[in-house]
């Protein structure tokens, strides 16, 4: 009984201390971007989305536009949401708030995107500097600015 007692108390201090060590981590690796890009697509590279032609300046004749957000040490739910400003500071478009880890576990990565269409609509009219707001939990997280022009050069 004595035995049975003791190895209780073991096991009982084991995962007290998991579960210390567990808090710890979570203080110690901070949830952050990793890499957040304005592309026109998306792609797989080994098993990972990531963002395709990548860059600041696209023409206003490309099909899409993505916006794309990576993040590191991701350890409990959180919501993302995008909002779409014109050249002239309007709210053009906004995502709902998105469920991100649903399972509430760890993970190393995890990527949001929220896209919108540029050909054969209004954004295609609206050549200039756009940008992109991230939140993340309601909280701004990251602002991408990007050029839409009707000259060449931009992603097709």
Do not use: N
């Amino acid at each position: 009984m004595k035995k049975r007692t003791i190895v209780s108390g073991l096991l009982v201090l084991c995962l007290a201390g998991s579960l210390a060590w567990a808090k710890r981590v979570e203080d110690f690796v901070e949830m952050r971007i990793e890499q957040a890009a304005i592309c026109s697509g998306l792609k797989k590279v080994e098993g990972i989305t990531v963002p395709k032609d990548p860059g600041t300046f696209f023409s206003t004749r490309v099909r899409k536009l993505v916006s794309y957000i990576r993040f590191r040490h991701v350890m409990k739910r959180h919501t993302l949401q995008w909002k779409w400003y014109t050249p002239s500071d309007k709210l053009y478009v906004q995502s709902s708030e998105i469920d991100v880890v649903p399972t509430g576990k760890y993970h190393d990565f995890v990527t949001g995107a929220h896209e919108i269409v540029i050909r054969g609509e209004t954004a295609m009219l609206s050549p200039g500097g756009w940008r992109v707001v991230i939140f993340r939990d309601g909280t701004m997280v990251k602002t991408l600015r990007f050029t839409l022009s009707s000259r060449e050069g931009g992603a097709e």
